[in-house]
């Protein structure tokens, strides 16, 4: 890289888009987490799960719950009744 970034950029940067993956997700519900999970290798739930992991590792406790509304933007099971197409898939 010509111009490296500082590390204490690259942790704000890498939030940044973080917040945007997020967002994204946020915006397109016709993406289903399993078309995501066969596509990708990883879905709404597993960015929650990495969410959680993350802060537990610093020491803030987050329920499974709460980390999903992180991601989701509202509670997981009113995003499922609202945008979740067909019946429930387990991940492979």
């Known amino acids: ?10 942790t704000e ?3 940044a888009a973080f917040r ?3 967002e994204h997700l946020r915006q ?7 078309d995501m999970m066969n ?13 959680r992991a993350e802060a537990q590792e610093r020491g803030f406790e987050l329920s499974d719950p709460d980390a999903r509304e992180e991601i989701y933007g509202m509670p997981y099971e009113q995003w ?3 945008y979740q197409i067909g019946p429930k898939q387990d991940h492979k």
């Open 20 to 22: 945007r993956l997020v």
């Open 80 to 82: 499922k009744e609202k």
């Open 28 to 34: 397109n519900t016709d993406v289903q987490n399993i």
């Open 13 to 15: 940067i890498e939030a």
């Open 1 to 10: 890289m010509t111009n490296p970034i500082p590390e204490s950029d690259r």
């Open 39 to 51: 596509l990708a290798g990883f879905c709404r739930n597993c960015l929650s799960k990495w969410y």
